[in-house]
């Protein structure tokens, strides 16, 4: 069946860096755009990226352009989140999402 697995997660210091990955898996990687979300305590789950199927396209929100890559190898069937420059504000729950389908997130928290 259709899987997306989130890892990557973690503490970070305030200006730091941390790279997240989704596995996907049970479908063909290469036809689908893929989109990173994410939700913080007590906020609605929000776009943060998204990247076509061929990888040639990306789209961010304007709260991270400038700071977060999104990137894929459709060959290891993975997308990927490269954040930088973090602030606490970044501090949430990221998943990954195909269509309708989402994975279980990955906990990032940006805190001194």
């Known amino acids: 069946q259709v899987q997306l697995v989130e890892s990557g997660g973690g503490l970070v210091q305030p200006g730091g860096s941390l790279r997240l990955s989704c596995a996907a898996s049970?479908?063909?990687?290469?036809?689908?755009?893929m989109s990173w979300y994410r939700q913080a305590p007590g906020k609605e789950r929000e776009l943060v990226a998204g990247?076509?199927?061929?990888?040639?396209?990306?789209n961010y929100a304007d709260s991270v352009k400038g700071r977060f890559t999104i990137s894929r190898d459709n060959a290891k069937n993975t997308v990927y989140l490269q954040m930088n420059s973090l602030k606490p504000e970044d501090t949430a729950v990221y998943y990954c999402?195909?269509?309708?389908?989402w994975g279980k997130g990955t906990l990032v928290t940006v805190s001194s």
């Open positions: 049970g479908f063909r990687f290469s036809s689908y755009s």
């Open positions: 990247i076509t199927s061929s990888g040639g396209t990306a």
């Open positions: 999402k195909r269509d309708r389908i």
